[in-house]
């Protein structure tokens, strides 16, 4: 008997409360799994059962979509599920030390249930908390600044029983960490500021909102820069089939490994994110609003709600907002559920749908064919915030910052080996190098920027500049001074690729694990110069054959650490000839563990070059 | 049928709507493919079908046809490619051709032959999967599955019966059955059913009729796959 058993009724009854709260729609499936799963701690068969009538769609339907996020279970999984962020600079902070001492604390094996059902701890990909890692997420809720002792703590509480709103507040405190704010970390706005300044252009306002955005040359900060403008432009000309309206969707499933603005934008600024989305709405003449919100980011779910429920009740959402009638314009909260693929936005609308996060074939595009089959803005967050800027302040102020090619401001997010990890707001065009020098890196040896779909930088390309002309970024800066290994730094990224790719497409499904094999096999001192070329191969498999952008960018990391820092990949090819990757003594660890020995003579002894094996 | 485009050098005509492989196909001209089949709306997953549209690669599945788009397909380049991906499917499952009761009648492995693959070239992954044999009289042997989701589009579309979906995410992705127990002999399924006869490859087998037609005398063993028309 599991910690988990839930009795059928009370399951059918947590499952009807939810789905009526959903008012018993599909498309509202992955918050109703989500809320779900809250109550129950997995999604169980009875639960299925259940959902299976109160929805009216088949079981395999639900157990798809189920099966495809990371943070739904439908297995039990304990009730404390822990999962450490294994970014590469959580990892940097001994993030593996502390998750074998919490598994040793448990007396669990990483990946599985404990014996009574009680814990279960695991890895995640990146849980946006790289300037205060290592970090953690217990059942969906995020835990900063992990070390020896708070491991130890955590242990503690679990074995003791002790419910989640008991454990220390101050373990879920998350900082913003601004470092450098520039025009939205320091603005002055107060909420419905914007809005009024567009409502007064009167009734030419939506025209010339669009004007003003496509004037103030704003793209957006997802790391495509799209011109804003032109976006906006053709959802308003989109033309709508009987019943339809217009959507405007806020991309906050921030899920590129060591990007964190959205977090803090949506924790301090999120009036200024969701002006933005309204103003999009008065623009192209939308009724419904969507803040797509990472799961990993499931603490800022209540505050959120709270600062929609306000602005409603000052007139800054809902029907007549401001008293202008016939603007109407609502946003609902969705919540990922642990799939980085649906920061794509087409995946996000298949998510938004209830489904299953498989990016859509294009064209359509969402501009035209978006939620729904309805014309559809799909923008990040920091786009948003941005434009509500313009719209309060004009657009020749904002295209007077930057450059020529990229107008105003990029929040950067910087993590790694520097002093002062956190925000740093600047002007489009600072140099790297400007960068290292205001959060205190130094023998700084490279920079992923833009996260590991982005660019990997050396030394001698410092004095790039941040910037759709030349290194253009969703914000991820992560620093790697000279002791780290750029060949580990790709091959974590390799496997953040692997475990996130959607599986639709046999290229990205199947070339994604062989390259985690090949570089896994040069790790362990298999590789010979035949691996290497297989490596560069499949990369550019992947780039040509791939159906979406994480296909087409998963060979960035290696491709780039490759072209740059070789020597990091040279000696890793320790065999001359071609080895084969099947080691017999690690083929034998299972054995070793089911007989508890570990001893000289439970082992083989191990070939040492290509001749011998 | 007045517009045309340009496909390796020949002129294919193109009713309006119409996919690249649509019309190279009703033009006679074979694009290997998996995942496409003219009687569903078509999924764009196995990436066989890719072509290069004005030097980009897209599906040619998915990818209307438009006037005066020049198309290549039939390269050393792209099938070099696409020999690559069927590489990929076999090492992904478990294909063993000289036992398979599909042999001959196989796409994949038609596919394959056609394409000049001489070997799985990757290392294999030698999934764990189990079959299904609880229906009284079809066997479903997972092993095959090439995730292609023609049985869910033919059970959903045709069938209206949803028997079939994919679960699961990436290198684990899998199909499924419409049943709480997980067994096809629990889902409302007939061997009658569209689902049961669009499988590419092995996975649908009817019981007690093994090898019916010998070895070397089935579809693919009489003529390759890009001489024979696509089935309506």
């Not at chain 1, 020749?396 to 929040?411: E, N, P, V």
């Not at chain 1, 080996?417 to 925000?423: E, K, N, Q």
């Not at chain 2, 709507?17 to 196909?25: D, F, K, N, V």
Request: aromatic share 8%; proline share 5%; net charge neutral.
């Amino acid at each position: 008997m599991t910690a988990n058993d839930m009795s059928p009724d009370v399951v059918a009854g947590v499952v009807d409360r939810v789905v009526a709260r959903w008012r018993g729609d599909p498309t509202c499936m992955v918050q109703i799994l989500r809320e779900v799963q809250e109550a129950c701690d997995w999604i169980s068969p009875e639960a299925i059962d259940r959902l299976q009538t109160a929805l009216g769609v088949p079981r395999t339907k639900i157990e798809g979509v189920a099966g495809f996020y990371s943070f739904f279970y439908l297995r039990p999984r304990g009730q404390y599920r822990i999962l450490f962020s294994d970014n590469v600079s959580d990892r940097m902070l001994g993030s593996q030390a502390l998750l074998e001492r919490l598994c040793h604390n448990l007396w669990i094996e990483p990946g599985k249930v404990s014996e009574d059902g009680l814990v279960s701890v695991d890895r995640t990909s990146c849980t946006g908390m790289c300037d205060q890692g290592p970090g953690l997420l217990v059942n969906n809720l995020a835990i900063t600044r992990l070390d020896a002792g708070r491991i130890d703590e955590i242990a503690e509480r679990v074995r003791n029983r002790v419910p989640l709103a008991e454990w220390p507040a101050e373990w879920f405190r998350v900082e913003d960490n601004i470092r450098q704010p520039g025009i939205l970390l320091g603005h002055d706005m107060q909420p419905g500021d914007a809005l009024r300044a567009a409502l007064a252009l009167g009734d030419d306002g939506p025209a010339a909102l669009i004007e003003a955005i496509k004037k103030a040359n704003l793209r957006g900060r997802g790391g495509a820069g799209f011109t804003t403008g032109l976006k906006w432009l053709a959802c308003r000309n989109a033309p709508l089939k009987p019943g339809q309206g217009r959507v405007i969707v806020c991309n906050a499933d921030e899920g590129e490994p060591g990007t964190f603005k959205d977090r803090v934008l949506l924790t301090s600024y999120a009036d200024l994110v969701f002006e933005g989305m309204t103003l999009a709405a008065y623009a192209v003449g939308a009724r419904r609003g969507f803040l797509y919100l990472r799961g990993e980011y499931r603490y800022l779910l209540e505050p959120l709600t709270a600062v929609l429920e306000r602005r409603r009740r000052d007139k800054l959402l809902g029907a007549g907002i401001l008293g202008l009638p016939g603007f109407n314009f609502d946003i609902e909260i969705h919540l990922g559920a642990g799939a980085y693929v649906c920061g794509e936005e087409s995946a996000l609308i298949e998510s938004l749908e209830g489904k299953r996060g498989t990016p859509r074939n294009r064209p359509p595009f969402p501009v035209t064919n978006g939620y729904l089959d309805q014309p559809t803005v799909v923008n990040n967050v920091e786009t948003f915030a941005s434009a509500a800027l313009i719209a309060l302040k004009g657009a020749d102020w904002y295209a007077a910052i930057g450059t020529r090619q990229s107008a105003g401001s990029k929040i950067l997010s910087v993590a790694g080996d520097c002093a002062r990890p956190g925000l740093y707001e600047y002007p489009f065009g600072v140099s790297v190098r400007q960068v290292l020098a205001d959060c205190g890196a130094t023998n700084t040896q490279a920079v992923q920027i833009s996260g590991p779909s982005g660019v990997c930088v050396g030394p001698e390309e410092f004095d790039r500049v941040i910037g759709f002309e030349d290194i253009p970024t969703a914000g991820a800066f992560t620093i790697f001074d000279d002791s780290r290994d750029m060949f580990e730094v790709a091959r974590n990224y390799v496997h953040f690729f692997q475990h996130e790719s959607c599986g639709f497409c046999t290229p990205c499904r199947v070339g994604t694990s062989l390259l985690k094999n090949l570089m896994d096999k040069l790790h362990n001192g298999c590789g010979s110069p035949y691996d290497f070329a297989e490596i560069e191969k499949l990369n550019l498999l992947l780039q040509s054959m791939s159906h979406c952008g994480l296909g087409h960018t998963a060979c960035n990391p290696v491709l780039d650490t490759i072209k740059k820092f070789r020597p990091a990949y040279e000696k890793r090819l320790v065999q001359k000839d071609f080895t084969p990757a099947f080691d017999l003594d690690r083929a034998l660890a299972a054995a070793r563990q089911m007989t508890g020995r570990d001893d000289a003579a439970a082992h083989l002894v191990k070939a040492t070059s290509g001749e011998d094996a | 049928m007045s517009q045309t485009f340009t496909l390796d050098g020949q002129s294919i005509p193109f009713a309006d709507g119409q996919t690249i492989l649509q019309a190279a196909t009703a033009a006679g001209v074979f694009i290997p493919h998996l995942c496409y089949h003219p009687e569903f709306k078509p999924h764009g997953s196995c990436k066989l079908c890719t072509v290069k549209v004005n030097g980009r690669h897209t599906a040619s599945c998915t990818m209307r046809a438009t006037p005066g788009m020049t198309v290549e397909s039939n390269t050393e380049d792209i099938n070099a490619e696409r020999r690559s991906l069927v590489q990929m499917l076999f090492v992904e499952g478990n294909h063993f051709c000289p036992a398979c009761e599909q042999s001959g009648n196989c796409k994949l492995q038609a596919t394959a032959y056609q394409l000049g693959m001489m070997s799985p070239h990757f290392d294999h992954f030698f999934p764990s999967r189990a079959l299904d044999a609880s229906h009284p009289e079809v066997l479903l042997d997972f092993n095959r599955c090439i995730l292609c989701s023609l049985c869910v589009r033919a059970s959903r579309d045709v069938d209206g019966k949803n028997v079939f979906a994919l679960s699961g995410r990436g290198i684990k992705t899998r199909l499924i059955v419409n049943a709480g127990s997980g067994r096809l002999a629990d889902t409302n399924f007939s061997p009658a059913d569209k689902a049961a006869g669009v499988c590419p490859v092995g996975v649908f087998l009817k019981k007690r009729r093994g090898f019916a037609v010998p070895i070397g005398e089935r579809r693919y063993d009489k003529a390759p796959i890009d001489s024979i028309a696509e089935e309506i």
